[in-house]
């Protein structure tokens, strides 16, 4: 295995989960703030999870995200 490529590879793809990842949370907390369900005071929970196909692998990542 070429360690040097895995390496960058790695990286692209967790770039892109954290991009995309933070756009969907403020698109979400956007949401919820214009629909009411959110008052702009409170701490909300996320969990990301991580499969990798064929391998047999599940990784959760559990957080809270405040925005006061």
Known sequence: MD????NMEMRKFL???GVTSQRAI?????EGLDSGKLEGKETVKARVV?????L???HE????IGFR
């Open 26 to 30: 403020e698109e979400a907390v956007r």
């Open 15 to 17: 770039k892109k989960v």
């Open 56 to 58: 047999d692998v599940t």
């Open 3 to 6: 360690e040097d490529r895995f």
């Open 61 to 64: 990542v559990d957080g809270d």
């Open 50 to 54: 991580l499969t990798i196909e064929g």
